[in-house]
């Protein structure tokens, strides 16, 4: 996945936005080292290290890197693969947002966490649960489907119990796994759903001559369900998760 930074950052600041809410699962006193796992613009943490932690940040975006480093000179940024973490019994906490449910080697991701992890230490994340943005995505592979292109969507939107279970079968003692709606407005009013299908969508699977068709398609199937009040609100299901290493 390459990622364009500036469409996240000018339009898509919401993802770090509403992750501010996580860091009351975290304790950020000036003793603690935090793993910030996919960290993108690096904006969480950056608050995070404000607090006095001590924070590093990974993503496995090199322009994520750059931007994050080019912001906040005063933390550390590293680029790297979440699934393939070398850390041992490093940190108190690993703390991620937004980012899980691009990985499709879950095993591999929290057996690397487990082992960054002090003895005790937490693990406090977020990711698109079961039925995330379901609507959205329907929409998009039927209307790409009608201009001859199979979307294959590789994104992992997991139940609270599937989750549970992985939790437990890679080292950590589940704490809290709570799923939720979360409706969310999205920003530039009408162009809001094709930005977000850009940002997030395989829209380049889609010949560019078919785009326009293709976005058209999915706002007015979406239009009665999903514009409210000038704005589209994309259908967001969060997982949010506290687990501790066993
Ligand atoms: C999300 O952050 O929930 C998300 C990301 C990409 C596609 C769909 C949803």
């Given at each position: 996945m390459h990622w364009n930074t500036t469409l996240y950052k000018e339009k898509h600041s919401f993802v770090p936005e509403y992750g501010k809410?996580?860091?009351?699962?975290?304790?950020?006193?000036?003793?603690q080292s935090i793993l910030d796992v996919?960290?993108?613009?690096?904006m969480l943490a950056h608050l995070m290290a404000a607090h006095g932690a001590k924070v590093v940040g990974l993503d496995a975006s090199e322009d994520m890197i750059a931007l994050a480093k080019e912001s906040y000179p005063d933390v550390t940024f590293v680029a790297g693969d979440a699934t393939r973490l070398t850390f041992?019994?490093?940190?108190d906490t690993v703390f991620s947002n937004?980012?899980?449910?691009?990985?499709?080697?879950q095993g591999d991701l929290l057996d690397g966490i487990c082992r960054a992890l002090k003895p005790g230490g937490r693990l406090v994340c977020e990711l698109g649960a079961k039925g995330n943005t379901q609507n959205i995505r329907d929409a998009f592979s039927q209307a790409a489907s009608h201009v001859g292109v199979e979307i294959q969507s590789h994104f992992f939107f997991p139940t609270v119990d599937q989750y549970e279970d992985l939790l437990m079968e890679n080292g950590f003692v589940p704490e809290r796994v709570v799923a939720f709606d979360r409706p969310t407005p999205l920003a530039e009013r009408e162009m809001g759903l094709r930005n977000w299908m850009i940002q997030f969508l395989p829209v380049s699977d889609i010949p560019e001559h078919q785009r326009e068709r293709v976005f058209q398609e999915v706002e007015n199937q979406l239009r009665p369900r999903l514009w409210k009040e000038g704005r589209w609100m994309a259908d967001y299901r969060r997982l949010r998760v506290v687990a501790r290493k066993a």
């Open positions: 809410e996580l860091l009351q699962y975290v304790n950020l006193d000036p003793d996919g960290c993108g613009t690096g041992r019994e490093e940190f937004a980012v899980f449910h691009w990985i499709q080697h």
